[in-house]
């Protein structure tokens, strides 16, 4: 069982299956390896020091302006190359650098820690911030769409993107307590209308801030894209990892697999699994893995990671064929 690794040099990160992705990816010297979600470069760190090419890609300029700091960038030729824009553009990303092909993808799917750290950037409630959760810091805020839209509208992006059962009335709530500025206001707000009480094991809220933060980056849009760019980008025996962090992102990678392996249901004694037409773009998927008792106390944030990876085969991107 891999341990977690330990924030190099202050970064603010904690990698989540460092040691499985690792496995998964089996990085080595040579190799051109996408960081779909560079972040704070926990990943990154460990695929150069194993020899490989990165090219890192994240929309929030933070993250950029901070990478481009590291040495790797400044080799001729770098090891390291930064590309400012989401993840789900990386063929086109690579492709303007003159790369059709990579050995690896990896992606770390939702809000990174060093966003979740600052409050300035109001992705959590934790400390009092402006309404805020945009990864780009461009485009319409959280407040943006909770001050503006209709009711109805709030409860739906609620109940879908955090199943959360009482979606109308903290709906209600919200419009009722317009405009709305801070994490703490919204999280306020939430908490006083599904009656909770300080001290209770889990805040209400938080699934309030997942949903709102997931529509207002289009998280879910954005993987399902991803899932099909590094499909495209993948040479054959190419590896893909990904790490999610809630049921609704590792279902989408789940689903992906499971139909980009062949299989479309999963079958059962009285009806025999369906097949896909097209030919199986990758193999060798793996079960779910989940973080270790010793990796899960060394970094409680964690808990809800799941890891999925596949190898990519020789048949033709499903989007191009």
């Known amino acids: 069982m891999a341990e977690a690794s330990r924030p190099e040099n202050g970064a603010p990160h904690i990698p989540v299956l460092l040691g499985e992705v690792l496995g998964a990816l089996q990085p080595a010297p040579g190799m051109v390896i996408v960081d779909a979600?560079?972040?704070?470069?926990g990943y990154t760190r460990r695929l150069l020091e194993a020899g490989a090419t990165v090219h890192a890609f994240d929309r929030d300029p933070d993250a950029i302006a901070a990478g481009r700091l590291w040495p790797e960038t400044r080799e001729n030729?770098?090891?390291l190359v930064l590309h400012a824009r989401r993840f789900s553009e990386m063929?086109?990303?690579?492709?303007e650098v003159g790369i059709d092909r990579v050995d690896g993808v990896v992606m770390d799917i939702g809000v990174s820690s060093m966003q979740l750290d600052q409050p300035q950037r109001g992705f959590a409630f934790?400390?009092?911030g402006p309404l805020d959760m945009r990864m780009a810091q461009e485009g319409p805020s959280a407040a943006d769409f909770l001050n503006t839209a209709a009711e109805a509208e709030i409860a739906d992006?609620?109940?879908l993107y955090a199943e959360e059962r009482q979606s109308r009335r903290v709906a209600r709530a919200i419009v009722a307590a317009r405009p709305l500025e801070t994490t703490g206001q919204l999280a306020h707000v939430v908490r006083k209308a599904l009656g909770y009480r300080p001290g209770a094991p889990k805040d209400p809220a938080t699934r309030s801030f997942q949903a709102?933060?997931?529509h207002v980056n289009a998280e879910l849009d954005e993987l399902k894209e991803g899932l099909l760019a590094a499909e495209s980008l993948l040479a054959e025996g190419g590896r893909l990892a990904v790490v999610s962090f809630h049921s609704l992102e590792d279902r989408i990678v789940k689903q992906f697999l499971r139909d980009a392996s062949g299989a479309v249901s999963g079958g059962s004694r009285h009806l025999p699994q369906a097949q896909s037409a097209s030919s199986p773009t990758f193999a060798h998927v793996s079960k779910a893995v989940r973080p270790s008792e010793a990796e899960l106390a060394f970094n409680p944030r964690s808990r809800s990671a799941t890891l999925r990876s596949a190898m990519r085969t020789a048949a033709p991107a499903r989007r191009a064929a």
């Not at 979600?37 to 470069?41: H, K, L, N, V």
């Not at 063929?91 to 492709?95: C, R, T």
Request: charged share 20%; proline share 9%.
């Open 37 to 41: 979600t560079f972040g704070a470069g």
């Open 77 to 79: 030729p770098p090891r």
């Open 91 to 95: 063929a086109e990303g690579m492709a």
């Open 126 to 128: 934790s400390s009092d």
């Open 157 to 159: 992006v609620l109940y």
């Open 212 to 214: 709102v933060r997931i």
